[in-house]
């Protein structure tokens, strides 16, 4: 029996010594999947914040669009307002215009006819 023991202990040796080279397998094929996780975990982050960073930025864009968008139609209603008004402004000044040079016609006929029948009158 002595001479079993050591062959005994030869053996538990070599099976503690091959479940050590496992779990140090284990542990580094653990560490690998650790870190492989980690890169994905990393990359997924990555392309989700680029993928807000993209969904932000045509946010952006189209809100400045549509603003913009919203003051053009303010200035060209602006111009539509302050051209009508121009408008209304010159008929008003045409009109007045006008009134005044028949006033002056009428005057500048009265006038004339006063100065044939002068003329007539005298003979002429």
């Given at each position: 029996m002595n001479k079993g023991f050591p062959r005994e202990?030869?053996?538990?040796?070599?099976?503690?010594?091959?479940?050590?080279?496992?779990?140090k397998e284990a542990e580094t094929n653990a560490k690998k999947l650790i870190i492989e996780a980690k890169?994905?975990?990393?990359?997924?982050?990555?392309?989700?914040?680029?993928?807000?960073?993209?969904?932000?930025?045509?946010?952006?864009?189209?809100?400045?669009?549509?603003?913009?968008?919203?003051?053009?139609?303010?200035?060209?209603?602006k111009a539509r307002e302050e051209a009508q008004k121009i408008r209304e402004d010159t008929?008003?000044?045409?009109?007045?215009?006008?009134?005044?040079?028949?006033?002056s016609m009428d005057e500048a006929i009265g006038k004339v006819a006063e100065r044939i029948l002068s003329l007539m009158e005298r003979g002429w």
């Amino acid at each position: 029996m002595n001479k079993g023991f050591p062959r005994e202990e030869k053996i538990k040796k070599e099976d503690a010594f091959i479940a050590l080279e496992k779990i140090k397998e284990a542990e580094t094929n653990a560490k690998k999947l650790i870190i492989e996780a980690k890169e994905k975990v990393a990359l997924e982050i990555v392309k989700r914040a680029n993928e807000e960073a993209q969904k932000m930025k045509e946010d952006h864009f189209s809100l400045a669009r549509k603003k913009a968008e919203e003051k053009r139609w303010a200035i060209i209603e602006k111009a539509r307002e302050e051209a009508q008004k121009i408008r209304e402004d010159t008929e008003k000044e045409i009109k007045e215009i006008q009134k005044r040079a028949s006033l002056s016609m009428d005057e500048a006929i009265g006038k004339v006819a006063e100065r044939i029948l002068s003329l007539m009158e005298r003979g002429w």
